[in-house]
């Protein structure tokens, strides 16, 4: 059962143009989401995160937006560049009582291609 | 360069030998955590440790087992290997035991191919 979807496995955009990841969750306690981007023969590294009382958060050319109502959130690059063609996974935080800790949830990921 | 280093980068076995990965986490981090990358799949959380200590356990199969010691490396052993194993294992650290921005510092992965 997955909690945290990404359902674009890989996704194509011209460069100069926007690219646009999706992400959608079914747990509500979730309370803090990240993106995290990977290159291969490389772990991933962490992009950009956002406060589930937040609906945007922009970091340059990177743009996460939550909605929570739809509990979807949506990672917007602007514009996109050849050096952004990587697997970017989105992973949700929430609290687990037995851990004493929060825990982290990731999607199966979504390979972005930016092509010259 | 996160700065958590993970030791072997390859790792070619038969099954049902046994293994053990180790991982170094950043200076300073007392948190590690072990995720598991099957093909097609996400990053499945498996175990965290913090200063030590078991902290949480996720989806980690019985002959799996992880430790944390001292100097704040872990390693994890893998035994009884599957073809299904195969996979590439991922160690994070941070510097909490958890907390909810949980920016979690990973290594290069070691990839692990059970024949």
């Known amino acids: 059962d997955q909690q945290v979807k990404q359902n674009s496995p890989s996704l194509s955009v011209q460069e100069g143009r926007i690219s646009i990841l999706n992400c959608d969750y079914t747990n509500s306690m979730f309370d803090y989401f990240l993106w995290y981007k990977k290159y291969p023969a490389e772990g991933p590294t962490f992009l950009i995160s956002?406060?589930?009382?937040?609906d945007k958060n922009e970091d340059g050319r990177f743009t996460v937006f939550l909605n929570k109502s739809a509990k979807h959130l949506s990672l917007h690059i602007v514009p996109s560049q050849p050096g952004d063609s990587a697997v970017y996974f989105c992973?949700?935080?929430?609290?687990?009582?037995?851990?004493?800790?929060?825990?982290?949830?990731f999607g199966k990921g979504t390979k972005l291609s930016v092509i010259p | 360069d996160s700065g958590v280093t993970q030791t072997p980068k390859h790792l070619i076995t038969a099954t049902g030998q046994r293994v053990t990965l180790r991982c170094s986490p950043r200076?300073?981090?007392?948190?590690v955590y072990w995720y598991q990358q099957s093909l097609d799949q996400g990053l499945q959380f498996l175990i965290q440790y913090y200063n030590g200590e078991e902290r949480a356990k996720g989806n980690i199969l019985e002959r799996f087992s992880a430790q944390q010691f001292p100097d704040l490396h872990s390693e994890l052993n893998l035994s009884s290997l599957e073809l299904g194993d195969s996979a590439l294992y991922f160690c994070a650290s941070s510097a909490t035991r958890g907390a909810a921005t949980n920016e979690q510092f990973f290594g290069p992965g070691t990839r692990l191919t059970v024949l």
């Open positions: 956002i406060s589930s009382i937040k």
């Open positions: 992973a949700a935080s929430a609290w687990y009582s037995g851990a004493g800790s929060y825990q982290l949830t």
């Open positions: 200076s300073g981090d007392l948190s």
